[in-house]
């Protein structure tokens, strides 16, 4: 895929999307710290569940952490592995409150320092809460990216560098955020729904689909 193809995609994407952001739900970096620790393996709307109990008790490091194991566990024991997140998040709060002022840190080095956090949760809070130019490459951006021929690499890292250097710059701060929810709900998984694609032909995709298929994928 060339330069021009390239930018003609970012451009259709920015049209029909202006202002593209998380479909999690937040009030703060915290806020969204949290939430991002919580949606691995789960879906953004199982976690805004969980949080819209959870948030209005506490939303600090300092009030999570008040809450302890236990108490945490009872407000998100319907999200995957919440048993595991619940200890991350405890300690995580503990060490935001010992080494950041009760704060989150754009910065990477520290953000993976903290219990539960990788390099794509980092990259989600850098780039939503930070507007840093990151790519946190989960598994739609991954297939996105290439399926279509944008980026394509074998591993998630290998992802994330390509687009990192093949994304045209105006677009690297939004371009994670449009890859994603094109991932979702559009170039989904099993068939993708070439037929109300804005990118249908723009995209390198061999095996493209007839018709728009129903229903929906996360």
Known sequence: MNKARRQEIFERLRNANPQPTTE?????????????????????????????RLF????????????????????IRTIGLYNSKAENIIKTCAILQRDHGGEV?????????????????????????????????????????????????????AVEKRLMRVVPKEFLIDAHHWLILHGRYTCIARKPRCGSCLIEDLCEYRDKTAHETTGEER
């Open 105 to 157: 840190p754009a910065d990477r080095a520290a953000l993976e320092a903290l219990p539960g956090v990788g390099r794509k949760t980092a990259n989600v809070v850098l780039n939503t809460a930070f507007g840093q130019p990151t790519m946190a490459v989960d598994t739609h951006i991954f297939r996105v990216a290439n399926r279509t021929g944008i980026a394509p690499g074998k591993t998630v890292l």
């Open 56 to 75: 209005p008790v506490a939303h600090t490091a300092q009030s999570i952490h008040a809450l302890g194991v236990d108490g945490l566990k009872s407000y």
């Open 24 to 52: 999690l739900h937040y009030s703060s970096a915290f806020e969204l710290l949290i939430a991002v620790i919580l949606s691995a393996q789960a879906t953004d709307k199982g976690v805004n569940k969980a949080t819209a």
